[in-house]
């Protein structure tokens, strides 16, 4: 178990022992369906990229590793309908099989634009692949293929997540304290 917690959070929603579970699960699920087909796992920055980084090691099949940034616009612990893409692939997908790597989706506005987009470049097959789900806060409805875990409405952080740009370091996932987003 986790000894100490971080004093922002309330709570420790997902321990470091559970989060390998996670991770170990849903890649046995895109082992089992890809077998040995290539993929191009897009990386969504910068919430996913340490779930990303634990996942691509139990991947068998020929994997490259490709980043997207996007940013919605609004600030807070809810996004906007809007999405910019700060930075974009840099290789052709087109005949790919893409694998969009997400942290968490929320309102699923950005995963929904950000899928639109790679569609539009007709790529053989185009998945989401995420590590928290929480369907309470669903505005934009959005197909998504892995889960690693659903979650209640609260604002989470650590394994990558962020508020603010801080708490990512935080080697499982707590729920923060409203006071420190109040
Ligand atoms: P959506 O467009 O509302 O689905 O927002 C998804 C993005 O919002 C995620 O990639 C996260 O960056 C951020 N986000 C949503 N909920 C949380 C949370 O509980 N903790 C940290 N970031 C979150
Ligand atoms: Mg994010």
């Not at 022992?17 to 890809?34: R, S």
């Not at 609260?154 to 987003?181: A, M, Q, S």
Request: proline share 3%; aromatic share 8%; hydrophobic share 35%.
């Amino acid at each position: 178990m986790n000894k100490e917690m971080h004093p922002d959070l309330k709570s420790i929603l997902i321990s470091e022992e559970e989060l390998k579970t996670i991770v170990k699960k849903t890649a046995q699920k895109i082992n089992e369906d890809y077998k040995d087909e290539e993929i191009i796992m897009v990386v969504i920055l910068r919430g996913s990229m340490v779930f990303a980084a634990d996942l691509i090691r139990r991947l068998k099949m020929p994997v490259k590793l490709e980043f997207m940034q996007a940013s919605s616009y609004g600030s807070g612990t809810s996004s906007s309908g809007f999405i910019n893409i700060k930075r974009d692939l840099d290789v052709d997908i087109t005949d790919k099989n893409i694998l969009i790597i997400e942290d968490i989706i929320d309102s699923g506005n950005t995963l929904f634009r950000l899928k639109n987009v790679l569609e539009s470049r007709n790529p053989k097959s185009c998945k989401i692949c995420t590590l928290l789900d929480k369907p309470d806060r669903r505005v934009t409805e959005v197909d998504v293929t892995y889960i690693g875990k659903v979650i209640p409405d609260e604002f989470v952080v650590g394994y990558g997540l962020d508020y603010n740009e801080y708490y990512r370091n935080l080697p499982y996932i707590g729920v923060l304290k409203e006071e420190i987003y109040e």
